[in-house]
């Protein structure tokens, strides 16, 4: 995790996979106490999608149906660069690594 903001429970976290940055929005019932900045972690996502936003291609609505059904983190995360309020994340849990 990079950074985190308690006020608006989010965190900036960067994939150690792939080196890309993205936020996580971290639900009421998630303790943000317990996330470190500048510590590694497993966290397990949520991620939701929107398919039918106007001004999105018909190539990116066609997209983000694969994308609901059988993709790889780092596909969302790419997504997300692309098309950052279509694709949301929100943190489940974090353990360290």
Known sequence: MKAKNEEVRKIAAIDLMTNLPFGIEVPEEVPLADVEVEKGYFASLKVYTARDIK???????????????????????KFYWLYPKLIKFELVEAEPL
Do not use: M, N, P, R
């Not at 001004?55 to 995360?77: H, N, P, R, Y």
């Open 55 to 77: 001004g999105v291609s018909a190539d990116s609505v066609e997209f983000l149906k694969v994308v609901d059904t059988d993709q790889s983190i780092e596909d969302f995360i």
